[in-house]
Structures are given as C-alpha cells and as structure tokens.
C-alpha cells in the first residue's frame, strides 16, 4: 500500500526548524511520506502540491496568518482545495477559530505530536 505524502512547508524566513523537523519526523514515523520544501511561496506550495501528488500539506506559519490565507487562496485557484492542511507554529490565539473556518487543522506551540499525527492521519481519513 502507497504511504500517504505530506508536503511540509515554512511559510516565513525565520531560522526556526527544529519544530518543522520534530513534526515531519513525527509524521514519518508515523508512515506519511514527508516531503520537505523548505520556505515556499504560495505559488512553489501549490505547484509542489500538484507536482508530487501530496495528500496533506503541513504549513509552519511563523505568525502572518495572511500568509496562511494566501496559500488557501492559491490552492483554490490551482484547483487544488482539496488538499488538506495543517498549521503549526506561531500562530497567534485570535487566529485559530478564522483558520479552523476555512478547514485548516491548527496546532499552537506545545501541541503534542501525537495530536497532530491524529488530526493527519483523520484528514486523509486514515484513522484506525
């Protein structure tokens, strides 16, 4: 059976990693395919996306949600809004409920790994 691929993206030019690889790690062990892009653009997301025939898409925001609503946007456009998504990373409080409003499954610093492995594993409905 095909493992599942998320692409795991930062969404800003911080020099903060060691979440994203803590969660794609997390994931792998988890049996997702985890592709790294690096810091993309909205654009680089949804053409890797397609690209790479990814089922998720995992987002490391560092605290500019319009960034967030910009890929949504761009997924749309690419016919691609299908695709679930995570969030972690910074994101501040009064942001979650607006992306939780558009389908993105959000995780503040401090969620627990196997919280977000649960809700990837639910939105590609592999839950066992």
Aim: hydrophobic residues 45%; proline residues 5%; aromatic residues 2%.
């Amino acid at each position: 059976m095909a493992h599942t691929r998320i692409l795991i993206a930062k969404t800003s030019l911080d020099g903060h990693w060691r979440g994203v690889m803590v969660v794609a790690r997390a994931l792998r062990d988890a049996g997702f395919d985890v592709l790294l892009g690096g810091m993309l653009r909205a654009g680089d997301i949804a053409q890797m996306a397609g690209d790479e025939d990814v089922q998720i898409i995992g987002l490391n925001v560092g605290g500019r949600i319009e960034v967030v609503h910009r890929i949504l946007d761009t997924l749309e456009e690419a016919g691609l809004a299908d695709i679930p998504v995570l969030a972690g990373g910074t994101i501040p409080p009064q942001a979650i409920d607006d992306l939780a409003s558009r389908g993105v499954s959000v995780h503040p610093p401090g969620s627990p790994l196997t919280e977000i492995v649960d809700a990837a594993n639910r939105l590609v409905g592999r839950v066992g």
